[in-house]
């Protein structure tokens, strides 16, 4: 099993850019969310799907938009990238029954 | 609100200590806590994961407790090892559609 896939790795934007995260998993977990961490700020949520046609929003959703047309994608797209959405996004899923969340590998995202 | 705390924010021990990492949460009624290690410049992996049914949980030189009723968790390494060196995240959900909320984490280093 390959878990949770993210692509791409690494990022490089200029502000006002947009650009779309990838997010895929295989374990047919109905729970997807993503995460972005920041130095001193931790791990904090950006938006989450609880299955397929289902979104809504975590701590930090400004500036993003996800969609989940199925079970096995989450992606996460900046519409018009700014500054202050330099940071590092994780992809995670779990089953809702057993609650173990799988982390992604991450992207690594700066915007000039 | 939940709140995650995990103090201190970096710890440095000799090889072959035993060791504990604390985390505390303000809302007991949590789902499970899960910890996981970080890797600098990677993604999470995840460790132990304790329902809330449980008291403990163990893996190889790992183990962790969990106390609802005081709000708080340990994760126990034995006989400690420079490999060991990373940094460890505490999360705890609430409720089985929530998010994960996170304490910002222990950097341990074990010196050889």
Redesign the interface.
């Known amino acids: 099993n390959a878990g949770v896939t993210q692509t791409p790795k690494f990022q490089v934007l200029k502000t006002g850019q947009s650009m779309t995260l990838q997010c895929a998993q295989d374990m047919n977990h109905e729970y997807m969310s993503w995460y972005r961490q920041d130095p001193g700020m931790g791990l904090r949520l950006i938006h989450y799907s609880v299955g397929a046609g289902i979104t809504d929003q975590g701590e930090v959703p400004n500036g993003y938009n996800v969609s989940r047309s199925t079970t096995e994608d989450f992606p996460l797209r900046l519409l018009s990238a700014a500054p202050s959405q330099t940071s590092v996004y994780f992809c995670a899923s779990s089953y809702i029954s057993q609650g173990g969340y799988t982390f992604g590998s991450g992207t690594r995202l700066t915007v000039v | 609100k939940q709140e995650v705390t995990q103090i201190p924010a970096a710890l440095s021990v000799p090889e072959g200590e035993n060791l504990v990492l604390n985390c505390s949460f303000t809302d007991s009624a949590i789902?499970?806590l899960?910890w996981?290690r970080q890797d600098p410049g990677?993604?999470?992996?995840?460790l132990l994961?304790i329902?809330s049914s449980q008291r403990e949980q163990t893996s190889g030189r790992l183990n962790a407790s969990l106390d609802k009723s005081s709000g708080r968790s340990t994760l126990y390494i034995a006989a400690s090892q420079p490999g060991d060196s990373a940094t460890y995240?505490c999360?705890v959900?609430t409720g089985?559609?929530s998010?994960?909320t996170?304490?910002?984490?222990i950097t341990l280093s074990v010196r050889p």
């Not at chain 2, 990677?42 to 995840?46: A, D, N, V």
């Open positions: 789902y499970n899960q996981f990677k993604g999470l992996t995840s994961l329902q995240l999360a959900r089985a559609n998010k994960l996170f304490g910002k984490g």
